[in-house]
């Protein structure tokens, strides 16, 4: 074939090709369903802690008693030591001067990293959950850092969620703020073969080590077109700032041909079913925790606003609200400074990425997909030179 020509089977992103079978999680688009190893994520998020959730994506398995506390003690220890190693690199944290992301990055970096090579799930299980720890440890400690705030040591009864509110904010969190989190979190824990879970796989189809998977995965989040909208959306209603303020400039903004955050989803043609968990997180968190219930009726009258005039600009689309929109609400509720919005995201994904990890190690395969070569051909280097050699 000639390779200018067009290939039946370039699809150009990858769009619509299964590259790989997982048991891990099922996003139906068409019905709004999220299955996270084998759960509805709603009860997922609703019912089990993240610890007992890692575990179930991690083996496969619900935790029975036994080895829940088991995998509780181990989770708390491993805690204290990805602090310790955060306490070798913070001098070096210094460098990035706040900048959250590449601070993050640099601490996960410094992680020990065992090679991958002879199958062993024990120990990915117990490098995974020192990569899961640390984004917990590093995500905290460096907002405080980069806030020229002492970083706080994780307390050594808390669970994950609690431990990360307490490193981050200093104070012992309310069980509501905890109980949003952990949803928050759950919510965010996998979702097929995302951008940063296949760029995981892709890493993991070379035997490289779990370190270097959720460092990959991470670089690609960190993209805003994968995990950078909630900021915006948070940005966008505070700008709106008044309820009166929504329908015009909303509609200013489809009128100037932009989108509205936090609005329409790439394979969710109903509501994103995240949306929903997360809105009745948010609902639930604003009324009982006595937060500003003006920012919560100002979100509430913004989404109503916008959908009305999606469903009237656009109307043979079905653009419904998304996951951020309700991310944005129900972080701010919970305290998360909005610049933390997506290493927040990753604290939750890390747990997906590494279950696709070592999916993907126990069935070693290379992922390669071809590309069609559109450049010139010019022939010789020498033909086209005029000093032949
Ligand atoms: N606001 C206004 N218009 C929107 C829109 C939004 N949030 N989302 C989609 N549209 C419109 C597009 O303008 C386009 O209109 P047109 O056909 O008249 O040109 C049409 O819907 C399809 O857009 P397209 O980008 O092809 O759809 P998609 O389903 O692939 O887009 C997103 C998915 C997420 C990229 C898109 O909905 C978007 O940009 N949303 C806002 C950003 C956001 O919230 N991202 C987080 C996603 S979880």
Redesign the pocket.
Known sequence: MNPAEPSSNFRPGLNGVIATETHLSHVDGQNGNLVIAGYEADNLARHASFEEAAYLLWTGKRPTKEANISFRQSWKETTRSSWTTWSKIEPFIETFQGNIMESIRVYIASLQARDTLKPNKEQWIQDALSITSAFSVGTAAAWRKGQKQTPIPPDPNMDHVSNFLYMLQGEYPTPKAVDALKRYLLTVLDHGLNASTFTARVIAGTRSDLVSTALGAFGALKGPLHGG?PGPVLEMIQEIGTKDRAEPYLRNL?ESGN????????IYRVRDPRADILAEAAETFYESENTSSDFYELAMHVERTALQL?AET?PD?S?KT???FYTALLLNGIGIPSQLFTPLFAVGRVVGWLAHVMEQLEDPRIIRPDSRYIGPFHGSWLKDSKEKR
């Open positions: 909208a489809l989108r509205i955050m936090g609005f329409g989803h790439r999606l656009k689309r653009i998304n996951v951020e």
